[in-house]
Protein backbone atom coordinates (compact mmCIF):
# COMPACT_ATOMS: atom_id res chain seq x y z
CA UNK A 1 0.00 0.00 0.00
CA UNK A 2 1.13 3.56 -0.42
CA UNK A 3 1.69 5.88 1.65
CA UNK A 4 1.04 9.65 1.11
CA UNK A 5 1.86 13.06 2.42
CA UNK A 6 0.52 16.27 1.10
CA UNK A 7 2.30 19.63 1.44
CA UNK A 8 1.93 23.08 0.01
CA UNK A 9 -1.09 24.31 1.94
CA UNK A 10 -1.39 28.09 3.63
CA UNK A 11 -2.77 30.99 3.81
CA UNK A 12 -3.23 32.85 0.19
CA UNK A 13 -5.54 35.82 -0.71
CA UNK A 14 -8.38 35.67 -3.13
CA UNK A 15 -6.64 35.54 -6.89
CA UNK A 16 -3.39 33.96 -5.34
CA UNK A 17 -2.21 30.70 -6.26
CA UNK A 18 -0.52 27.64 -4.23
CA UNK A 19 0.76 24.54 -5.47
CA UNK A 20 0.16 21.42 -3.53
CA UNK A 21 2.37 18.18 -3.36
CA UNK A 22 1.42 14.32 -2.92
CA UNK A 23 4.93 12.48 -1.65
CA UNK A 24 4.28 8.85 -2.17
CA UNK A 25 6.69 5.77 -0.79
CA UNK A 26 6.19 2.26 0.17
CA UNK A 27 5.04 1.42 -3.51
CA UNK A 28 5.55 3.05 -6.99
CA UNK A 29 2.57 5.22 -7.98
CA UNK A 30 3.20 4.45 -11.46
CA UNK A 31 0.68 1.80 -11.10
CA UNK A 32 -1.88 4.13 -9.45
CA UNK A 33 -4.33 6.89 -10.85
CA UNK A 34 -3.74 9.35 -8.26
CA UNK A 35 -6.57 11.92 -7.16
CA UNK A 36 -6.68 15.43 -5.15
CA UNK A 37 -10.16 15.84 -2.48
CA UNK A 38 -11.47 18.74 0.05
CA UNK A 39 -13.26 18.63 2.74
CA UNK A 40 -14.30 22.06 4.12
CA UNK A 41 -15.59 22.62 7.35
CA UNK A 42 -19.40 21.00 7.86
CA UNK A 43 -19.47 19.78 3.99
CA UNK A 44 -18.92 16.54 3.02
CA UNK A 45 -15.55 15.70 1.28
CA UNK A 46 -15.41 16.31 -2.36
CA UNK A 47 -13.67 15.01 -5.58
CA UNK A 48 -11.58 17.97 -7.12
CA UNK A 49 -9.50 16.00 -9.66
CA UNK A 50 -7.93 13.13 -10.76
CA UNK A 51 -5.04 11.59 -13.08
CA UNK A 52 -4.95 8.37 -14.73
CA UNK A 53 -1.77 6.29 -14.55
CA UNK A 54 -0.67 5.80 -18.13
CA UNK A 55 1.87 7.92 -19.68
CA UNK A 56 -0.72 10.18 -21.27
CA UNK A 57 -1.79 11.03 -17.90
CA UNK A 58 -5.76 11.67 -18.45
CA UNK A 59 -7.13 14.88 -16.11
CA UNK A 60 -10.22 15.02 -15.15
CA UNK A 61 -11.25 18.33 -12.87
CA UNK A 62 -14.50 18.86 -10.19
CA UNK A 63 -16.49 21.77 -12.25
CA UNK A 64 -16.14 24.36 -9.70
CA UNK A 65 -12.02 24.19 -10.33
CA UNK A 66 -11.98 24.09 -13.71
CA UNK A 67 -10.10 26.46 -15.78
CA UNK A 68 -8.75 27.40 -11.92
CA UNK A 69 -6.58 24.03 -11.17
CA UNK A 70 -5.01 21.09 -12.73
CA UNK A 71 -3.72 18.24 -11.64
CA UNK A 72 -0.31 16.89 -12.85
CA UNK A 73 2.43 13.90 -11.80
CA UNK A 74 5.97 12.68 -11.97
CA UNK A 75 6.39 8.68 -11.90
CA UNK A 76 10.29 9.32 -11.69
CA UNK A 77 9.86 10.96 -7.89
CA UNK A 78 6.77 9.32 -6.96
CA UNK A 79 5.17 12.53 -6.97
CA UNK A 80 1.39 14.14 -7.75
CA UNK A 81 1.11 17.87 -7.82
CA UNK A 82 -2.45 20.20 -7.75
CA UNK A 83 -1.25 23.89 -8.81
CA UNK A 84 -4.32 25.97 -7.75
CA UNK A 85 -4.69 29.62 -9.65
CA UNK A 86 -7.05 32.26 -9.10
CA UNK A 87 -8.07 30.36 -5.39
CA UNK A 88 -11.55 31.64 -3.94
CA UNK A 89 -12.80 31.72 -0.74
CA UNK A 90 -14.42 29.03 -1.39
CA UNK A 91 -11.62 26.98 -1.95
CA UNK A 92 -10.78 27.17 1.74
CA UNK A 93 -10.63 23.41 3.06
CA UNK A 94 -8.34 20.41 4.01
CA UNK A 95 -7.26 19.00 0.68
CA UNK A 96 -6.38 16.21 0.48
CA UNK A 97 -4.39 13.57 -1.51
CA UNK A 98 -5.54 9.62 -2.37
CA UNK A 99 -4.51 6.59 -4.38
CA UNK A 100 -6.02 3.96 -6.44
CA UNK A 101 -6.02 0.90 -8.42
CA UNK A 102 -8.44 2.26 -11.07
CA UNK A 103 -7.18 4.52 -13.65
CA UNK A 104 -8.76 7.12 -12.34
CA UNK A 105 -11.45 7.67 -9.59
CA UNK A 106 -14.06 10.37 -8.84
CA UNK A 107 -15.69 8.46 -5.57
CA UNK A 108 -13.85 8.24 -2.68
CA UNK A 109 -14.83 4.71 -2.08
CA UNK A 110 -12.47 4.44 -5.14
CA UNK A 111 -9.17 5.45 -3.21
CA UNK A 112 -7.40 2.76 -1.04
CA UNK A 113 -4.64 4.76 0.09
CA UNK A 114 -5.18 8.52 1.77
CA UNK A 115 -2.62 11.29 2.97
CA UNK A 116 -3.19 13.02 5.79
CA UNK A 117 -4.30 16.67 4.61
CA UNK A 118 -3.00 19.61 3.96
CA UNK A 119 -4.96 23.00 4.99
CA UNK A 120 -5.54 25.97 2.65
CA UNK A 121 -7.29 28.91 3.52
CA UNK A 122 -8.41 31.61 1.12
CA UNK A 123 -8.90 34.91 2.69
CA UNK A 124 -8.35 38.46 2.68
Known amino acids: QVHLVESGGGLVQPGGSLRLSCTAS????????MGWFRQAPGNEREFVAT?????????YLAETVKGRFTISRDNAENMVYLQMDNLKPEDTAVYYC????????????????WGQGTQVTVSS
Open 51 to 59: ISWNPDGNI
Open 98 to 113: AATRLWVGMKQSQYES
Open 26 to 33: GSSISNYG
